[in-house]
């Protein structure tokens, strides 16, 4: 038994892809000591499968060595440590794949699985259906499916995964059509690029009896609203959902629609579509095939915005809450170290891994290491292109959450008026600043936290101008916020 023990851990090893030089040695030794910790949680089970066979302690069970294995510095009773969680090759992934990698979650005695997803559908139903104890996800899933929009469930997200990380990528026959209306400044289109540069483009389209075609993720994603948002702001129509056009094209000057994020690229070049946003590293992609240029990123948009999240169903988390909490802490942890100076090159290595995003390191560390490039040629320092802890980037914020509503019914999606009550008793049942709070407590007692990396709030962030048209945003006034808009729903309840 201890062989096929042995063989199914060699089976399990990492294949090698292109890692930077500097992180060959590092990988090689994490991956000797997991290869360690799992042999001891294996040469524990089986002692205890044998002490059972011989008459001894029935107490004693596999997941009895789980926690007892590894010297797990968390204290919690793990109610369910073996688990499996899913995510889509992107590199805000990553506190998920830092986790593993680095062994955060065997500290808090889980052993978890992470599986590749085909598109965010397919992670939703299967979190949905217990086949996924959770999963990296994009925000606006659970608060759909807790708001009534697509399929409705129970979701649950006590972690927040990251800040930032999109952009926006046209053609390279869009962008030498958009060129001339962008402001330059010593030859270099000075940024951020607003949509207005793109309108005599659209509208030429337009004119000429063509659809103009651009690509989002998911209907529910940051980066449909993001990208609305952007045309917008320009006066630029990007369609309306209404019970007979699900998929939110009513009216529209720009046509969009879903587009799996690894094939973003590869549609771009077919001529399918003519732009996109996207996460990286396939704003990057482009860049690097040359067939494409990144106008704006998500930054830009909104300056430190929310991206992903990491969603359990509600029923997960009431079952198991210990389990819960040693997730959250684990990804907490994950989240600082990917912030902590000199680190990124390492996690570079570990993403371009196949079983991770598995795109080149060069193309992934475009973004990840503190820079962007724009045009072939044009990179620019972006430090806070990738945020996963700083500005509290892990804390599930309200007022995050409800921004996410109030872009759901100023499009469309959400289809009747709802008073101000509704956006915050909504977001409090999906969102759930209390399970992190306790999984950074703990931290902050085993000294792997700092006090001050936990925020003092009542949950809503402070009223915020950063967005690329200069509205106020005040998560506490959704309505008031709704109604500044001049294209999109209007909601006169109080």
Known sequence: MMAIALRVINGNAKSNFPIPSATN??????????????LSLIYLGLLAMFLTACGGNPKVSTEDTAQASVGSS???????????????????????????????FEDEGLYVTIEAQSNWKNVLDRVIDGQLDGSH?????????????????ELVTPFSMDLNGNGITVSNEVWSQMKPHVPMDGGKPTHPI??????????????????????????????????????????????????????????ADVLLSVTPPP?????????????????????????????????????????NNPEKV?????????????????????????????DTPGNRPQAVGILSQSEYVGADSVVIANSMTGTFEFEKGDKRSMPDFN??????????????????????????????????????????????????????EALVAEGKLETSDIPETDGYKPATADFIDGKNYDGKDPLGYINSFKIGNKDNVQ
Not at 137 to 153: E, K, N, S, V, W
Request: net charge positive; charged share 20%.
């Open 387 to 440: 945020v996963f802890f700083r500005y509290n980037a892990t804390y599930p914020f309200y007022s995050d959450g409800i921004w996410f509503l109030t872009q759901m019914r100023r499009w469309g999606q959400i289809p009747e008026s709802k008073p101000d009550s509704w956006y915050h008793e909504t977001i409090k049942e999906i969102y759930r600043p209390d399970i992190w709070k306790i999984a950074a």
């Open 25 to 38: 040695t590092y990988l090689s030794n994490i991956k000797m000591i997991h290869k360690m910790k799992k």
């Open 137 to 153: 996800m994009l925000a606006g899933q659970p608060i759909a499916a807790g708001a009534g929009f697509g399929r409705q469930a």
């Open 310 to 338: 990491f969603v359990m169903t509600k029923s997960f988390v009431e079952k198991y809450p210990n389990t819960a909490t040693a997730v959250t802490k684990a990804l907490i942890r994950a989240g600082k170290w990917l």
């Open 74 to 104: 968390s204290s919690l009773a793990i109610e369910k440590p073996q688990l499996t969680f899913g995510f889509i090759k992107l590199t805000d992934m990553a506190p998920l794949a830092i986790a593993k990698e680095l062994g955060f």
């Open 194 to 251: 607003t949509a207005d540069a793109i309108k005599p483009v659209v509208e030429s389209y337009k004119n000429d009896g063509k659809p103009f075609k651009m690509g989002m993720v998911f209907p529910v994603s940051t980066h449909n609203y993001e990208i609305r948002y952007w045309l917008a702001a320009a006066g630029i129509h990007p369609g309306m959902y209404t019970a007979d056009n699900i998929q939110g094209q009513v009216d």
């Open 263 to 303: 094939q973003m690229p590869a549609t771009l070049e077919a001529g399918t579509i003519y732009g996109y946003c996207v996460g990286e590293p396939w704003n990057q992609q482009a860049v690097f095939k040359g067939i494409g240029v990144p106008v704006t990123t998500n930054y830009d948009i909104w300056k």
